[in-house]
């Protein structure tokens, strides 16, 4: 898979939404992670994490990723 793709299709899933009138950019995993640093799995970054020694296994919203 190429890596611009993966970041655009990441970028078009939040594109448009806004929080307190921010634009969300992505989004943060309850072990300290954004979305885009865990495996795809049925979605974008829905798999574990991808940062070594990180023993997150699935994605866990947290909160989201402001502008
Ligand atoms: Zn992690
Ligand atoms: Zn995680």
């Not at 009138?21 to 799995?41: A, N």
């Amino acid at each position: 898979m190429i890596q611009t793709n993966r970041i655009e299709r990441y970028q078009a899933i939040f594109k448009g939404l806004k929080v307190d009138g921010k634009q969300v950019i992505g989004e943060m995993c309850s072990c300290g992670h954004t979305r885009f640093d865990h495996q795809d799995h049925f979605s974008i970054g829905h798999g574990k994490c991808l940062v070594k020694d990180c023993i997150c296994g699935q994605f866990t919203w947290q909160s989201w990723e402001l502008a």
